[in-house]
């Protein structure tokens, strides 16, 4: 009888307490797209947020790096502050230098608190001056019941967050830094001093469509999480607060998330949240002086800087949020235009009826713009547009490289092509040189030419070559990763190309098809300039390697 006591006694030691530390539960669910709200519980009740403090902290380094007021290459002095934080950590210690892409990586995927700390030492001057940029973009973007203390989300007097403003801060994490998001999906990644695992990997691989955003746990809070997914159209993002454990917590934003997919309806005007009125100054940045140029709680473990006067601003360069059509070439007339479209259908291969649409709309549309010149001559001030057809016969090796061509998708895409100018033609079959460079063979895509249309007789006709050549030392190139389509290959080597001209409008694109998927290149170009668009690429957040010979 004694030992049934003594038992039930020592039980009771054990659970009152944790009775006493259960979190209370609060979920909120909306429509990214529009930020309507789908389900709501307790969401307004201020609670600790733990680890999904962090969100802010990185969004107020992304901005900062946008802003060119830092760089991923500035490196951090870290402090005897972010050194002493407990666990999770990255391992900092007093004094050590890292650069801001590893901490940024460590806070975003492992939730190490000592990486988060760092950030907002090196960003505010000190927890209090970052806390208090903190409070201030939380206030701007409308998050009314939220208070920060520190930049990684440990249990603090006056810490306190809600489902909903947590909500509010994921949504803009995903809208207004898109660059950034995959950084949330990635397993694992490399932080510099170690490899770091995804504290949310579990519930990534086990819900379909899910991509994000941040996990949070103290014994305060509880088991937190931020999720988003997408199906289809449709998005939704889905908080909680209050887990009793991981797989309590995964399971129960599941069903948040099945919720906000039954009751989202199909079709939406989407509506992007209104980027903060509140701006970090362009001096307001302590720390080391900014010396360069991607990036990819826990908590969840179970989970006196000197300001400088002015940082050194890099800017980083950026696609346009709009490209303005130019203005149609005066003096072509109806009955030119017409026969030059005729003729160039009558040499365009039909495409496969069974190829989805998207495909049918990506092999038209073609966004590598051919910049070749002949001699030393200079480029022309105006250059006219090109028009794209498709043909499956290889192209003559030794067509000669004259006129540069410039257009954009957009025109192309409209039919607004001007037949005085040089037509792009666009060929399966690969050339001997970018076969020989790459070990491909002849069925993999994608190679360029070029030739202008018909022409009478009498007049000679100009024909282009609009691909890089693998001579000259364009023997290098840069691989984005494998895909699980061709046309998801093609459509993200268009994206890449869209995004950064400066540095691949000589280059090649090319689908390598693999018996594991399908490979995206840019082929034919020189090493510096492969390690240039692979370092620009990787600034962005994308995954690129350098390609040799």
Known sequence: MRWVRQGLLAFLLVLVPAL?????????????????????????????????????????????????????????????????????????????????????????????????????????????????KMNAMAKSMGMKNTTFKNANGLTREGHMSTAHDMSILGRHVLYDFPQYYNLFSRRTADAGIAKVANTNRRFLDAYEGADGIKTGYTVPAGFNLVASAQRGNKRIIATMFGGTSTAQRNAKVAELLDLGFARAPGKVTPEKPEPPAVLMANNDVAGPEVTGTSIADSDEGEDNATPVAEAKRIIVALAPDTSPRPSKRPGVGRDKRAAIEMALADAAAPLDPAAPAEVAELQNVNSVVAQAAQGDSPRPAAAPRAGFVQVSAPQPETLAMIDPVNGTDDEIAQGDTDPTGPVFVQSATPQPETLAMTGAKRNDTVILAALTPPAPAQQKTREVVARA???????????????????????????????????????????????????????GLTQQGAQLACARLSARGSDCTVIGP
């Open 20 to 132: 006493a530390f259960a979190a209370p539960f609060a979920a909120y669910v909306m429509d990214a797209r529009t930020g309507e709200v789908l389900y709501q519980k307790n969401a307004d009740t201020r609670l600790h947020p733990a680890s999904l403090t962090k969100m802010m902290t990185l969004y107020l380094t992304f901005q900062a790096i946008e802003r060119g007021q830092v760089s991923l290459d500035s490196v951090v002095t870290v402090t005897a502050h972010a050194a002493s934080q407990p666990p999770s950590r990255l391992g900092l210690r007093p004094g050590q230098k890292i650069e801001l892409r590893y901490l940024i990586r460590a806070a975003a995927i492992k939730s190490a608190n000592d990486a988060a700390a760092a950030i907002g030492d090196y960003l505010g001057g000190d927890e209090a001056g970052f806390a208090a």
């Open 469 to 523: 050549s693998s001579s000259g030392g364009r023997n290098y190139g840069i691989n984005l990763g494998k895909y699980a389509s061709q046309y998801a290959a093609e459509r993200a080597l268009m994206k890449t190309a869209l995004m950064e001209s400066d540095t691949l409008g000589d280059a090649l694109r090319k689908v390598a098809t693999r018996k594991t998927g399908y490979e995206a290149n840019f082929v």
